[in-house]
């Protein structure tokens, strides 16, 4: 067979007793008049690229189970490429990311799971959907990891006062302590927790800046971060883009909805609203017998609705000696929580629906349909994300799900394809 070169043209020569004209074969018989030969073997059309072969394309990616084989699918060409951006197909499995910087797909219908590891001098921070956070020396940015598609954030160190209103709407609770008298009279740095990108102008954060844990935004590429002064009255735990708008929960399981607005002129960010949409109540705390439980919380979307999701890991405490004592991880219980906006509260349900499963992680949660993969609906997908290191010390395995129907825990094991 000829060789190709990357766009698709040949580099000329024979192939098998056929002369390769621009975009046909002419088949040649020393013994044969050409004349003489049917019009329809004079000439066939040979595709001098993917992109020749649209159609195909389109069956092809029906039927591709993973991200890694979209991504792959993506490669061929530009034209399968734009034909990936222009299809909405069911989301694919994602990719499972730990802090390490070690990446594992979930075994698909045929029980294969593909890896990959991250060098250890990439500085990875953490994901962001389909983008991996980076972050060196105070320096940090978004690469899509396929595409090499970069987006540089501001650095750790640039940062100033957000503009926004100073109450929240639905919140009696008035700080008078300015946020400018707390951090930014400092030499520090802000500490990112977690990323969400808003669009493709707006970034959004969970952030550590000295005693604070706060929200902040950004645009990629520009020269600081807007930290917003909130961190002062509440405690944010977890946050989601969702329907135009940010929403966070608190440490009272209160839920905020925060509107932003962009002047694409001279490229201001600044909070137009703020307003507690959900009031949380004191939540049931799990205990067991000598033990100690470990809570999280986090904001998820499934099929249009906002939930909370609520995990406990329960350990046992054992005594080593007399000086140190140990904790064993035991179990773990998840309970689901939808926003009701109309009664201003969460409501508990027993699970999502069959077909879904949520995957849960610090950095990202995700939720999706997961029949066509032969994996378990309204099953709670989660990881070792660094939040709680005593219950995966001793784990057999660094991948774990919970099925809410019967409230077992499984262990998913790390196999390779």
Same mark, same amino acid.
């Given at each position: 067979m000829a060789r190709r070169d990357e766009t698709g043209d040949n580099d000329g020569g024979d192939v098998g007793g056929a002369r390769r004209r621009s975009g046909q074969i002419v088949f040649e018989d020393p013994t044969a008049?050409?004349?003489?030969?049917?019009?329809?073997? %004079?000439? !066939?059309?040979?595709?001098?690229?993917?992109?020749?072969?649209?159609?195909?394309?389109?069956? $092809?990616?029906?039927?591709?189970?993973?991200?890694?084989?979209?991504?792959?699918?993506?490669?061929?060409?530009?034209?399968?490429?734009?034909?990936?951006?222009?299809?909405?197909?069911?989301?694919? /499995?994602?990719?499972?990311?730990?802090?390490?910087?070690?990446?594992l797909g979930l075994p698909h219908t045929k029980? !294969?799971?593909?890896?990959?590891?991250?060098?250890?001098?990439?500085?990875?921070?953490?994901?962001? #959907?389909?983008?991996?956070?980076? *972050?060196?020396?105070? %320096?940090?940015?978004?690469?899509?990891?396929?595409?090499?598609?970069? =987006?540089?954030?501001?650095?750790?160190?640039?940062?100033?006062?957000?503009?926004?209103?100073? #109450?929240?709407?639905?919140?009696?609770?008035?700080?008078?302590?300015?946020?400018?008298?707390?951090?930014?009279?400092?030499?520090?740095?802000?500490? /990112?927790?977690?990323? %969400?990108?808003?669009?493709?102008? =707006?970034?959004?954060? !969970?952030v550590d800046i000295g005693p604070i844990h706060t929200v902040a935004w950004c645009r990629p590429t520009s020269a600081s971060w807007f930290v917003s002064e909130l961190g002062l009255k509440r405690s944010i735990k977890d946050m989601i883009f969702y329907k135009g708008k940010l929403y966070v929960i608190d440490n009272l399981k209160d839920l905020l909805a925060i509107e932003v607005r962009e002047d694409h002129d001279g490229g201001n960010i600044r909070i137009s609203q703020i307003e507690c949409v959900l009031e949380g109540s004191f939540p049931t705390i799990r205990l067991i017998e000598d033990g100690i439980s470990y809570i999280g919380e986090y904001l998820?979307?499934?099929?249009?609705?906002?939930?909370? $999701?609520?995990?406990?890991?329960?350990?046992?405490?054992?005594?080593?000696?007399?000086? *140190? %004592?140990t904790i064993k991880p035991v179990g773990a219980h998840f309970e689901i929580y939808a926003a009701d906006f109309q009664l201003r509260r969460w409501v508990e349900v027993k699970g999502v629906e069959d077909d879904e499963a949520p995957f849960l992680g610090k950095s990202y949660c995700r939720s999706l349909s997961v029949s066509r993969y032969k994996l378990k609906g309204n099953f709670v997908f989660f990881l070792d994300d660094g939040t709680c290191d005593r219950f995966w010390k001793s784990a057999p395995s660094r991948c774990a799900g919970y099925n809410m129907r019967n409230e077992d825990l499984v262990f998913i094991p790390p196999l390779t394809g």
């Amino acid at each position: 067979m000829a060789r190709r070169d990357e766009t698709g043209d040949n580099d000329g020569g024979d192939v098998g007793g056929a002369r390769r004209r621009s975009g046909q074969i002419v088949f040649e018989d020393p013994t044969a008049d050409p004349e003489m030969l049917p019009s329809n073997m %004079t000439e !066939i059309y040979y595709p001098q690229s993917w992109s020749d072969l649209p159609e195909l394309g389109d069956l $092809v990616l029906r039927r591709l189970p993973s991200h890694m084989d979209h991504v792959r699918f993506a490669a061929a060409c530009s034209h399968w490429r734009f034909i990936r951006r222009q299809h909405s197909l069911p989301q694919p /499995l994602p990719w499972l990311a730990f802090p390490d910087g070690t990446f594992l797909g979930l075994p698909h219908t045929k029980g !294969i799971q593909e890896t990959f590891n991250l060098p250890n001098s990439a500085s990875y921070h953490s994901s962001c #959907g389909d983008w991996l956070l980076f *972050s060196r020396e105070g %320096t940090c940015f978004l690469m899509e990891p396929f595409s090499m598609v970069t =987006l540089t954030l501001p650095g750790l160190s640039s940062f100033g006062p957000m503009d926004e209103p100073v #109450g929240i709407i639905n919140d009696p609770v008035i700080v008078n302590e300015e946020m400018h008298d707390v951090v930014f009279h400092k030499d520090t740095k802000i500490s /990112l927790c977690k990323v %969400t990108m808003c669009s493709e102008l =707006l970034v959004a954060a !969970i952030v550590d800046i000295g005693p604070i844990h706060t929200v902040a935004w950004c645009r990629p590429t520009s020269a600081s971060w807007f930290v917003s002064e909130l961190g002062l009255k509440r405690s944010i735990k977890d946050m989601i883009f969702y329907k135009g708008k940010l929403y966070v929960i608190d440490n009272l399981k209160d839920l905020l909805a925060i509107e932003v607005r962009e002047d694409h002129d001279g490229g201001n960010i600044r909070i137009s609203q703020i307003e507690c949409v959900l009031e949380g109540s004191f939540p049931t705390i799990r205990l067991i017998e000598d033990g100690i439980s470990y809570i999280g919380e986090y904001l998820i979307e499934s099929n249009g609705t906002l939930l909370r $999701v609520r995990r406990t890991f329960f350990g046992k405490v054992f005594d080593d000696d007399m000086i *140190s %004592t140990t904790i064993k991880p035991v179990g773990a219980h998840f309970e689901i929580y939808a926003a009701d906006f109309q009664l201003r509260r969460w409501v508990e349900v027993k699970g999502v629906e069959d077909d879904e499963a949520p995957f849960l992680g610090k950095s990202y949660c995700r939720s999706l349909s997961v029949s066509r993969y032969k994996l378990k609906g309204n099953f709670v997908f989660f990881l070792d994300d660094g939040t709680c290191d005593r219950f995966w010390k001793s784990a057999p395995s660094r991948c774990a799900g919970y099925n809410m129907r019967n409230e077992d825990l499984v262990f998913i094991p790390p196999l390779t394809g």
